[in-house]
């Protein structure tokens, strides 16, 4: 008499509620290791979905950096900064790029107004910085190419600078002293805000920094304010993700004509930092599923011992089950079924308690995590995948007995 498959599975339940507490023993290393698996791959998702997110705020992915090349030893020779004729030669030889975007940092210039002074950085640059950086002013505008043409005393202020400065006055028209120069107030930038993962400085909001900014035309930087200044960073954006790669590729050689084959530029883009990301995420991922493994290892190893005691156990019923009619091919689809049955049940526990700790984990590592329909299938395949590993040989073993010796096993 053949066993169905209906039956077979009847039959794994049943010893699976006569026996409860061998088999919550049993997949328990299955629902560490599926749980482990499920909460590491919602980690990574989170962290990348986070970096996305990041890049998206500070202009997306299209941009392509130059600034100094800190592993460069300065001993040989060479300065990382670029003259306005050097910077001219360079957007020379990019036709392909939408903007770029030259950057002077004064660090902790001191704006002063009405008794009041505002320490922070104001940056020289040019109108296309606001497209660079995807961030406009949110009151007045922007300076304009006549104002940079002009060496226009006109400032714009980050909204933090414009809060904390002119308290509850309207900032736009009034004039503001950095240096010795007096600067008219044209603009106030959108307030940026991005909660940071892991809160940190600023109250959790990781741009903060860019609300504590100022801008001037560039020519007004190098000629009014410091004179002495030079472009220490330059921002170009591409026209594609894919384009940014190649004018990375691009840069780093006209650079290198430039400054006489010194590398005291380091040429980066956003492409290359999603690129190495998507490098440590498979790196990290196949360690923590190998921690994750050993413990479903472990698990299968239990399962299997388990299994073959239940053998033992039921030699005889195995060998009633041959007697009547029962293929060696029914006894292993049924102790297939059961094994499979177990592990599928650690698959599902450990998914429903990695759901259950997601949010614990996401708050103790201060950081989002993401957990998809992806993620529970490919727990599950591993689960339902260790049993039918670790479920062959009990299988084949059952299979294999003797109908008249498995009758007279007492």
């Not at 903007?99 to 704006?111: D, E, Y």
């Not at 007096?182 to 990781?206: D, Y």
């Amino acid at each position: 008499m053949a066993i169905s498959l209906t039956e077979s599975l009847q039959i794994g339940v049943n010893d699976i509620l006569m026996r409860k507490v061998r088999s919550l023993i049993t997949i328990f290393g299955i629902v560490l290791g599926v749980m482990c698996i499920m909460v590491v791959l919602a980690i990574i998702a989170g962290m990348n979905k986070s970096t996305m997110a990041w890049m998206q705020e500070r202009g997306g992915t299209n941009k392509v950096e130059i600034e100094r090349n800190w592993d460069y030893d300065f001993r040989g020779g060479g300065y990382a900064s670029l003259t306005l004729a050097e910077l001219n030669q360079v957007r020379g030889q990019i036709p392909e790029a939408l903007a770029v975007g030259p950057v002077i940092n004064s660090w902790g210039a001191s704006l002063q107004y009405k008794g009041f002074s505002y320490s922070g950085q104001v940056l020289g640059v040019l109108p296309g910085h606001q497209r660079m950086e995807s961030w406009y002013p949110g009151k007045g505008r922007f300076f304009s190419d006549i104002e940079v043409r002009e060496n226009s005393n006109v400032i714009v202020l980050g909204a933090t600078v414009a809060k904390e400065l002119f308290k509850t006055e309207d900032p736009l028209g009034q004039s503001v002293m950095l240096s010795d120069q007096m600067l008219t107030v044209i603009g106030i930038m959108q307030e940026k805000i991005w909660e940071s993962p892991g809160g940190g400085s600023f109250g959790g909001n990781a741009l903060e920094y860019m609300n504590r900014q100022s801008f001037v035309p560039i020519s007004t930087m190098m000629n009014k304010i410091e004179a002495s200044s030079l472009i220490q960073s330059v921002q170009i954006l591409a026209k594609s993700p894919e384009d940014a790669l190649m004018l990375q590729e691009k840069l780093k050689l006209i650079l290198l004509h430039i400054k006489k084959g010194k590398a005291v530029f380091r040429v980066s883009s956003a492409q290359e930092t999603i690129q190495q990301m998507q490098q440590n995420s498979k790196i990290f991922s196949m360690i923590f599923i190998m921690i994750g493994m050993i413990s479903l290892l472990v698990g299968g190893i239990v399962i299997m011992n388990i299994m073959l005691a239940s053998i033992k156990e039921r030699t005889r019923e195995i060998g009633v089950r041959l007697a009547i009619g029962a293929r060696r091919t029914d006894i292993f689809v049924q102790f297939m079924v059961q094994t499979v049955l177990i592990t599928g049940l650690g698959g599902v526990f450990g998914i429903i308690l990695g759901y259950l700790i997601l949010d614990l984990v996401s708050g103790y590592l201060g950081m989002p995590m993401l957990a998809g329909p992806q993620m529970i299938l490919v727990s599950l395949l591993v689960s339902v995948g260790v049993g039918l590993i670790f479920g062959i040989a009990p299988a084949v073993k059952a299979s294999n007995l003797d109908p008249v010796m498995a009758l007279r096993d007492e």
